[in-house]
């Protein structure tokens, strides 16, 4: 597609409950970030995939999250056990590291809330 | 390592007014540098970077931004602001160089209200 896209837009769970979310990069694109955003406030980082270099998850809060990416392509944000404090919305982007155009472009975002 | 400073949490400017978004960073290689802007309820929008070339760059909705090596800042200014420019806006680099870790850092955002 044209941008990356993210599903489902909405997700409401109950707590104890696993949520998986879904990113549809940018075809091409090599890097892809996760991100957790509160109302109101900055972007959390979570994990970033660039290539075929091993995942940065230093930002990923508990074991409870997890992420894969296959590739180049589709990535996918786990989060097991949900709990309340992890209602936000996630977001995700991607960019085309070592050229120019390296500007990172973000999907619209998950909303996750835990009732 | 690598951050990014914004050091106002929000910035209050009246319509027709100029304004700044300041930013300041610390790469160890040479900076990629990046503006981007969250209206309420929206996703993240890119405005413009510095890669190389001109220290002055324009990008969207008649914003520019200075890069300025010497005081390793990227200021994010418009002559006239608009009351439609109130949104979040958030600074981000990451480093160019070849071989270093090309994770974007993100500053914390600054609020911009534009009051008419």
């Known amino acids: 597609g044209a941008g990356v896209s993210q599903s489902p837009s909405n997700k409401v769970t109950e707590k104890g409950k696993d949520v998986e979310l879904r990113c549809d990069p940018i075809s091409g694109h090599t890097a892809l970030y996760w991100y957790r955003q509160r109302l109101g406030q900055g972007l959390e980082f979570l994990i970033y995939f660039q290539g075929n270099s091993a995942p940065d998850k230093s930002g990923l809060p508990s074991d409870r999250f997890s992420a894969e990416r296959t590739g180049e392509s589709v990535s996918t944000l786990t989060i097991q056990r949900t709990q309340q404090e992890d209602s936000a919305v996630y977001l995700c982007a991607s960019s085309l590291e070592g050229t120019r155009n390296t500007e990172a472009f973000f999907g619209q975002g998950t909303r996750l809330t835990v009732v | 390592a690598q951050s990014v400073a914004q050091p106002e949490d929000q910035v209050n400017v009246a319509e027709g007014n100029p304004l700044t978004v300041k930013c300041t960073y610390s790469v160890s290689g040479n900076p990629y540098l990046f503006w981007y802007v969250q209206y309420p309820n929206r996703g993240l929008q890119f405005l413009l970077k510095?890669?190389?070339?001109d220290n002055l760059v324009k990008g969207s909705y008649g914003f520019e931004a200075e890069f300025n090596k010497s005081q390793t800042s990227f200021h994010l200014k418009k002559p006239s602001a608009l009351v439609s420019d109130s949104a979040l806006y958030f600074c981000?680099?990451?480093?160019?160089?070849?071989?270093?870790?090309?994770?974007?850092?993100w500053g914390l955002g600054t609020s911009l209200a534009v009051n008419p």
């Open positions: 510095y890669i190389t070339g």
């Open positions: 981000a680099v990451r480093d160019g160089s070849a071989g270093n870790n090309r994770k974007l850092i």
